[in-house]
């Protein structure tokens, strides 16, 4: 850390949900441990603060990000049920991105656990990339690997279109499962 002073407590989280909603693009803990002269460690229990007080930041591959609708153009939002091998997950996640699309997240029903929600937040090609990249880098699993390929997405849109597109464009493929 460098000799700047420690950002402290409430002033550290005030200061890091404004950098949140000024932001654009998502921001990683350690940009915000630097930005704050602390650590990442103590950055992640902010978030959780954060959170608990009901703010929208959504935790991302990329890193963090403030969820921030636009109330000028309406978000239309669905769930669909998927399934496909591991191998498939860039394609399915960039057919979706291309019909102008976000992938808000994944889940599945583990037999253990119960329902298990994971954010995606990716919404174009570059952040689908990026998404499985990191997913790599970090030797993570994929939820579906779970449940044999079965799980499903929160997705939206600016228009239903562009979600009855996302989903004809699944089935073409075979990936959506129709119940």
Same mark, same amino acid.
């Given at each position: ?7 402290? =407590? ?7 949900? &404004? ?6 693009? #998502?921001?990683? =803990? ?10 990442? &460690? ?19 591959? &990329? =890193?963090? $990000?403030? %969820? ?7 978000? %239309? ?8 091998? #591991? ?7 960039? $057919? +979706? ?33 990026? %998404? ?9 699993? +994929?939820?579906?690997? +779970?449940?044999?390929?079965?799980? +499903? ?9 562009? $979600? ?11 990936? $959506?499962?129709?119940?």
């Amino acid at each position: 850390m460098s000799e700047q002073k420690k950002v402290l =407590g409430e002033e550290r989280r005030t200061l890091i949900l &404004q950098v949140l909603k000024d932001s654009t693009v #998502p921001l990683t =803990g350690s940009e915000l441990a630097t930005r704050t002269n602390v650590s990442r &460690q103590v950055i992640v229990g902010d978030i959780t603060l954060l959170k608990a007080r009901n703010e929208p930041i959504i935790a991302t591959s &990329q =890193g963090y $990000l403030y %969820f921030k609708q636009n109330s000028n153009s309406p978000i %239309f939002e669905r769930t669909i049920v998927c399934q496909h091998t #591991p191998e498939e997950t860039e394609r399915e996640l960039n $057919l +979706l991105v291309d019909h102008g699309v976000l992938v808000k997240d994944v889940k599945i029903e583990h037999s253990v656990y119960g329902d298990l929600t994971a954010s995606v937040m990716v919404s174009n090609r570059q952040e689908v990339k990026q %998404f499985l990249t990191n997913m790599k880098n970090s030797n993570a699993s +994929l939820l579906s690997e +779970l449940t044999n390929g079965i799980h +499903l997405h929160t997705i939206s849109a600016s228009n239903t279109q562009a $979600l009855d597109k996302a989903e004809a464009a699944l089935k073409a493929e075979g990936y $959506l499962v129709e119940y």
